[in-house]
C-alpha cells in the first residue's frame, strides 16, 4: 500500500505517459516533491518560481483541494489517492424568477400551457412526478443560451430542444468543417462550409419546432456578453478557450446567472455548474489561466469524438435540473471523467471569500479584456521559462519548400508523435517527439541549419524554447503554421488532420 497519484492526460508526457503513480510519504508536499523528483519536467507546470503551487492546477487528497501552499503539509496515509487536476479550456441580473431560481415558488399560473401536441410529444416526462406538466411548462418558458454550436454544443442543444425548452440562444462565428464532424453530431456532410448557427437550428427546429431558435453570427466579447446573457435565465459555455471561458464565468456572476461548464481534452472531461450568487465560480477553482502555450488544444492534442457527447449531455441534464429546481445539481462539486479508464470521480468546490470576480471584496465589477488576461496579447514575456519564446528566426513553408529545391542543406526535425508522422509527413523530416527532443538532442547536428515543425506551429515553438535552454547552439528555425500550412503552401496532396 502507498498514496496513489493520478495523472491528468495533458501532464502524462512529463512522466512517461503514466496515468498513474506511487509514492511513500507523510504529507501531500512530500508526494508532490518525489514526483518531480522523479520527473523533474512536471516540476514547473506544477510550481511557480517561488515553489508555490500553480493557481491553474489543483491537488486533492481524495475530494479535497489542499491547493493554498500552507496545506501541503496536509497528512497523507496509505491508500489515500492523490489528483492533480490541471485546467482545460475545450469543448462553449437575478436570474428570471419566473422560471429559475426557486422556480417552485414562482407562480405557476405565469407558466405559459401546453398544446395536445406537445402533451403527446413529453409524455415520458410528465408522467415523472419531479417534472410533470407544471415542470414542462417550466421548461416551455426557460431560456438557455449556449455559447458555441461545436463538440458540447451538439448533443446540449439537441437534447434541450428534444426536452421542450422553450427557447434556444445559439452564439457561434464558425463555419462547419469536415473535421468536425467526428464529433459535432449536430452537424452533417452536407452542412461543411455552413455557417454552424445555421447547420444548428436546422437541425434543432428538425428535432423540435416547437422550439424558438435565437441566433448570434458573432464572437462573444466583452461588448456584448452582458446584454445577450441579460435575456436568458441558464448560460451553457461549451466554448474551447481560456479567454472565453473566463469571459462566459465573470459575466455570468456579474449578471447572476448559472453556468453550466464543461470542459473536454482527449479522453478527459470536467463539469460543473458555476453559480456565484450560490458557490463557487470557475475562478474560485481556476484564479489564473495557463500561460499561453502550455495546455495544448484539441485542435493540438486531440480529442475522442465520444467524449464531448457525454460531457454536454451532462451540461443538459444540468441545465434542465437548474429549470426545474431540482435538488442535486452539480454546485459546488467538480465531475472528472476519465473516458479512457471509465471513471468517474467527484471533487468538492468551495467558494473563495477572496476571489476576485464572486468573493466579498471583489476587483473585477466590470468586463475586462480576456485576451489580455489570458497573455495572448503577449508582450515579450517576463518569465521567459513560461511561454513560448517569440524571439526565434521563423520560415514559411513555400519558402522552406524553395530553400530544398534550392539545395540548401537543412535539415527537418518534426516533433510530432509517431502517430501523427503516419498521417503525414514532410519528405525527409526527422521524427523526434517534442517531449524526447531534449535527450535526442544528440541527433540533430548542431552545425546544419535546423527547421522545426509540428501541426500548427506551437509544439515546434516549445520545441525550439527547450533545445535553447538545453544549451542547444545551432541554428533553429520555426515552421510557421507546421505541416498544415505545408499542405496548404506547397503540397496539397499531404493529409490535412
Ligand atoms: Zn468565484
Request: charged share 25%.
Amino acid at each position: 500500500m502507498a498514496v496513489k497519484i493520478l495523472i491528468p492526460t495533458a501532464l502524462r508526457q512529463f512522466a512517461d505517459g503514466r496515468a498513474e503513480l506511487h509514492a511513500e510519504a507523510s504529507t501531500a508536499g512530500e508526494v508532490l516533491e518525489q514526483l518531480v523528483g522523479e520527473y523533474a519536467e512536471l516540476r514547473r507546470h506544477l510550481y511557480n518560481e517561488r515553489g508555490e503551487l500553480r493557481n491553474f492546477v489543483n491537488v486533492y487528497v481524495n475530494d479535497e483541494d489542499i491547493r493554498h501552499a500552507a496545506r501541503l503539509a496536509t497528512p497523507v496515509k496509505d491508500g489515500d489517492t492523490i489528483s492533480i487536476v490541471p485546467a482545460i479550456a475545450g469543448g462553449a441580473g437575478e436570474a428570471n424568477e419566473a422560471v429559475v431560481a426557486d422556480g417552485r415558488t414562482s407562480a405557476v399560473g405565469a407558466l405559459p400551457g401546453l398544446t395536445n401536441e406537445e402533451i403527446a410529444r413529453y409524455s415520458r416526462h410528465l408522467i415523472l412526478p419531479e417534472v410533470g406538466v407544471e415542470g414542462q411548462r417550466r421548461l416551455k418558458a426557460a431560456r438557455v443560451l449556449m455559447i458555441g454550436t461545436g463538440g458540447l454544443g451538439a448533443p446540449l442543444g439537441m437534447y434541450l430542444a428534444a426536452a421542450g425548452v422553450g427557447t434556444l440562444g445559439l452564439v457561434d462565428f464558425d463555419v462547419v468543417d469536415a473535421s468536425n464532424l467526428q464529433r459535432q453530431i449536430i452537424h452533417g456532410t452536407r452542412d461543411v462550409g455552413r455557417p454552424k448557427i445555421e447547420s444548428a437550428r436546422d437541425r434543432l427546429s428538425d428535432i423540435n419546432p416547437n422550439v424558438k431558435i435565437e441566433t448570434y453570427e458573432t464572437r462573444l466579447t466583452s461588448e456584448n456578453a452582458l446584454e445577450l446573457f441579460r435575456d436568458y435565465d441558464v448560460i451553457a459555455d461549451g466554448t474551447d478557450n481560456f479567454p472565453t471561458r473566463y469571459l462566459v464565468n465573470d459575466a455570468c456572476v456579474l449578471a447572476g446567472k448559472p453556468n453550466v461548464y464543461g470542459s473536454i481534452f482527449r479522453f478527459e472531461g470536467q463539469a460543473s455548474v458555476f453559480w456565484g450568487a450560490r458557490g463557487a465560480c470557475y475562478r474560485c477553482l481556476y484564479p489564473e489561466p495557463p500561460p499561453p502555450g502550455l495546455v495544448p488544444s484539441c485542435a493540438e492534442g486531440g480529442v475522442l469524438g465520444v467524449l464531448p457527447g457525454i460531457v454536454g449531455a451532462i451540461q443538459a441534464n444540468e441545465a434542465i435540473k437548474i429549470i426545474l429546481g431540482a435538488d442535486g445539481v452539480l454546485l459546488n462539486r467538480l465531475l472528472l471523467f476519465d473516458a479512457w479508464g471509465m471513471r468517474f470521480r467527484e471533487l468538492r468546490l468551495r467558494k473563495d471569500p477572496a476571489c476576485p470576480v464572486c468573493g466579498e471584496n471583489p476587483t473585477v465589477r466590470e468586463l475586462i479584456d480576456y485576451e489580455e488576461f489570458c497573455g495572448l496579447r503577449a508582450q515579450p514575456s517576463q518569465d521567459a521559462g513560461e511561454s513560448p519564446a517569440t524571439d526565434f528566426e521563423e520560415i514559411t513553408a513555400a519558402r522552406l519548400e524553395r530553400r530544398i529545391e534550392a539545395g540548401d542543406a537543412l535539415q527537418i526535425i518534426d516533433v510530432r508523435e509517431p502517430h501523427e508522422y503516419e498521417i503525414a509527413r514532410i519528405p525527409g523530416a526527422h521524427l523526434i517527439p517534442l517531449a524526447q527532443v531534449v535527450e535526442r538532442a544528440g541527433e540533430i547536428d548542431e552545425d546544419r541549419e535546423t527547421v522545426v515543425h509540428c501541426k500548427g506551429g506551437v509544439r515546434s515553438a516549445r520545441a525550439i524554447e527547450a533545445l535553447r535552454r538545453a544549451g542547444f547552439r545551432g541554428r533553429l528555425i520555426n515552421l510557421r503554421g507546421g505541416i498544415t500550412a505545408w499542405s496548404d503552401e506547397v503540397d496539397p496532396s499531404v493529409p490535412k488532420y
